[in-house]
């Protein structure tokens, strides 16, 4: 199983960023999928989560209205759409199915 996130970076408070995160190594289109977050000093923390086809989606309430996750099943990829940003969603973030992470990549916002 491999998880390989991209996307992340720097960006102002009130920009975009869409992270993805390709899988491969399982069954892709059988399993919902999630992205985590963490921040220095903090617990990892579950953003927001996809169900197999896509049809099902969760949120964190502090991501809610402003974070979109949504799946590729074609391409064995799952995104995370985050608009509005804000100072407090600095954190790296995480691709998770079962027991498997990704490496993360870091998403730092600052004016």
């Known amino acids: 199983v491999q998880l390989v996130e991209s996307g992340g970076g720097l960006v102002q408070p009130g920009g975009s960023l869409r992270l993805s995160c390709a899988a491969s190594g399982f069954t892709f289109s059988s399993y919902g999928m999630r992205w985590y977050r963490q921040a220095p000093g903090k617990e990892r923390e579950l953003v927001a989560a996809?169900?197999?086809?896509?049809?099902?989606?969760n949120y964190a309430d502090s991501v809610k209205g402003r974070f979109t996750i949504s799946r590729d099943n074609a391409k064995n990829t799952v995104y995370l759409q985050m608009n509005s940003l804000k100072l407090e969603d600095t954190a790296v973030y995480y691709c998770?199915?079962?027991?498997?992470w990704g490496q993360g990549t870091q998403v730092t916002v600052s004016s």
């Open positions: 998770n199915w079962g027991y498997n």
């Open positions: 996809i169900a197999s086809a896509g049809s099902i989606t």
